[in-house]
């Protein structure tokens, strides 16, 4: 029983990073974020999981446009963790997670999954997970930035047979995670510009008044004229 108990601490930890799919240096659409740390709570304590997120928002958009986003994000469970999950029993791990994101400087959450992912005797533990974010609806011009956020996570762990270990108040688990402080959690920046209707507007504006400006300096010249032949008429005279 004691084995089983420390299975949930580990497991949790685990599979939270895995379904760590926060959306998260001004980065091209279509980058990667650099590798971010995370505090995870656990029984056993805090524990630090690294991860690398990507989206697949466009490199440009336009104002007034939609786009939905794709996630994905691999994290990496420290080698002693993930040898002692397995330890105890662990052959596989899933679960789901909400994920807070800020895009363009407003908290979003999104609904991920993360898949079954093997949990190997040695050596660290990688899990990828991907899911829809939230969808990109620029409304000004700018680089619309995507960064990562915080998350919590729900987590199941299975054994060889494939039967789901369930313990009683901690399995299946929810461990929450936060970012570490003082890090560059850009994922990717999107180019919004103006609409083409709007460019063109202004473009016709501008030669508008260039015509009113050419034709007061023609009325001018023309009552200056008209001013003069009088005066001359009466000198001949």
Request: charged share 15%; proline share 5%; with cysteine.
């Amino acid at each position: 029983m004691k084995k089983k108990a420390l299975a949930c601490p580990f497991a949790a930890a685990t599979l939270m990073a895995g379904s760590l799919l926060a959306f998260a240096s001004t980065s091209p659409a279509n980058a990667v974020s650099g590798t971010l740390s995370y505090d995870c709570n656990t029984a056993l304590g805090p524990q630090v999981f690294t991860a690398v997120v990507d989206t697949d928002a466009p490199e440009t958009m336009e104002v007034g446009e939609g786009a939905p986003v794709n996630v994905t994000s691999t994290v990496t469970v420290p080698a002693a963790m993930a040898e002692t999950l397995y330890a105890i029993g662990a052959r596989s791990i899933s679960g789901t997670a909400v994920v807070t994101s800020t895009v363009g400087g407003e908290e979003v959450t999104a609904n991920l999954t993360v898949p079954s992912t093997p949990v190997a005797a040695t050596g660290a533990l990688d899990t990828v997970a991907s899911g829809a974010g939230a969808p990109l609806a620029p409304t000004e011009a700018g680089d619309l930035t995507i960064e990562a956020g915080n998350f919590t996570t729900t987590i199941s762990v299975f054994n060889e047979a494939g039967e789901e270990i369930v313990l009683d108040g901690l399995l299946p688990a929810e461990v929450s995670c936060a970012l570490q402080a003082d890090q560059d959690a850009v994922v990717d920046t999107v180019a919004v510009t103006a609409p083409a209707d709007d460019e063109d507007d202004a473009g016709n504006e501008d030669e508008g008044t260039g015509d009113e400006g050419t034709e007061d300096t023609g009325n001018e010249a023309g009552n200056d004229d008209g001013a003069e032949l009088p005066i001359g008429s009466n000198s001949g005279l």
